[in-house]
């Protein structure tokens, strides 16, 4: 079966850390393109980061940028995201997404595909 699964999120006070993974079963993660979003109830799903097969090119929405790291290691076949200087507006659930397309800065949800089930972070004091 193919499926993606996040893991990493949590509670985190403003000006905390997280890292979240992205962890693939049945395909092999370093063929494709990631992708990372958010979404909040009754908003559309957002795209936060995306990183090409390689890890040489990566993109971020401005909301984030400076202070969201995307990453991957091929060989655990795996993705992260590493996230400082979180505030009280990154609180969502996030996913992660195998691409259709390359890694473009516009990261729109519709290209990409099997979504993981997400994983929830909640920046509060």
């Known amino acids: 079966q193919l499926q993606l699964v996040e893991s990493g999120g949590g509670l985190v006070q403003p000006g905390g850390s997280l890292r979240l993974s992205c962890a693939s079963s049945g395909f092999t993660l370093d063929y494709y393109h990631i992708g990372w979003f958010r979404q909040v109830p009754g908003k559309e799903r957002e795209g936060v980061s995306c990183i090409s097969r390689s890890g040489g090119s990566t993109n971020y929405a401005d909301s984030v940028k400076g202070r969201f790291t995307i990453s991957r290691d091929n060989a655990k076949n795996t993705v992260y995201l590493q996230m400082n200087s979180l505030k009280p507006e990154d609180t969502a659930v996030y996913y992660c997404?195998?691409?259709?397309?390359?890694?473009?800065?516009?990261?729109?949800?519709?290209?990409?595909?099997?979504w993981g089930p997400g994983t929830q972070v909640t920046v509060s004091s």
């Open positions: 997404a195998r691409g259709l397309r390359p890694c473009a800065p516009s990261i729109a949800p519709g290209e990409y595909n099997y």
